[in-house]
């Protein structure tokens, strides 16, 4: 009788245990969770441990969806701006020229492909196809996209790259080129030229413009950062460098960035050199 009593009184512990642990767990008070026995111990340990790090991951999905929202919020705001300004020019006058429209328009599509890459960036890696591509084609191909974005700048390119195939994806090394070679006509002077050259596996962008200050440049490709130039010029969301060098780390590409102020900025693109093959 004693052993069943005492049989019995385990028992009855171990229900009531569970039973005070399924309230604190559904309370969210895992800290009060105390089992007894070294094993008890070590499972309670264990759960708070796990529950700990859920909340932390909880947080950190929390505060990226914030993030998220905010980029979205922006890019909204952006895409609107040009559309806006495209609205008021043709209530004030019977007709808009086509090249206000196509400029744009073009912005629009611009800021629109930035912002569905960010959407996929998490998922990138799913959508890459590589293959050898002249880089020559690929460079004149993204100038033509933009010719009139180069037009409404003024800015003429000087291409000097010789016959080089590179072994990545087209898609995604246009998506690079296009961000860099439009900064560089953004910030370039009226009637200027934005050099582009190929030498020793690596591409050069130059322009001479308005250049970068030294407190910026350390954090140019920073999610978000737009400075002082993207704070007076305007049509800027600080994703386009952050995600080009996010994008090259993983087409194997090195980005570098050198500017001074009222001088110009010059982009280098490093490509693998195993990479690459002369024709």
């Not at 569905?116 to 690929?138: A, G, M």
């Not at 996209?145 to 010789?162: C, G, R, T, W, Y």
């Not at 560089?184 to 582009?196: D, E, F, L, M, T």
């Not at 950062?225 to 386009?240: D, I, K, L, V, Y």
Request: glycine share 6%; with cysteine; net charge positive.
């Amino acid at each position: 009788m004693p052993f069943l009593m005492i049989i019995g009184f385990q028992a009855y512990r171990k229900y009531t245990d569970v039973k005070s642990i399924n309230t604190l767990i559904r309370e969210g008070n895992f800290k009060q969770i105390h089992l007894h026995g070294f094993y008890g111990h070590l499972y309670a340990r264990a759960l708070r441990k796990v529950t700990k790090q859920r909340l932390t991951e909880s947080k950190s999905l929390t505060a990226s969806l914030k993030t998220r929202e905010d980029y979205l919020t922006l890019w909204s705001h952006e895409m609107k701006t040009p559309l806006t300004s495209l609205l008021m020019i043709a209530e004030n006058n019977p007709t808009v020229p086509s090249e206000e429209v196509s400029e744009k328009i073009e912005l629009v599509n611009y800021q629109l492909k930035q912002l569905l890459t960010f959407d996929r960036l998490d998922d990138f890696n799913h959508d890459l196809v590589f293959e050898k591509i002249d880089l020559s084609d690929c460079i004149k191909r993204v100038i033509q996209q933009n010719a009139s974005f180069f037009l409404s700048h003024e800015v003429m390119p000087k291409i000097a790259v010789p016959p080089v195939k590179i072994l990545t994806d087209s898609k995604w090394l246009s998506f690079i080129l296009e961000q860099v070679i439009t900064n560089a006509v953004k910030y370039s002077n009226k009637n200027g030229v934005v050099q582009i050259s190929f030498n020793n596996d690596t591409l050069t962008i130059t322009d001479h413009g308005i250049g970068i200050t030294k407190s910026d440049l350390p954090r140019v490709f920073e999610q978000g950062f737009t400075g002082g130039n993207g704070r007076t010029h305007g049509e800027a969301t600080g994703m386009g460098l952050y995600m080009t060098q996010q994008i090259a780390k993983i087409l194997d590409i090195k980005v570098g960035i050198s500017s001074t102020e009222n001088v110009g900025t010059t982009v280098k693109l490093t490509f693998n050199p195993k990479k690459i093959t002369t024709k």
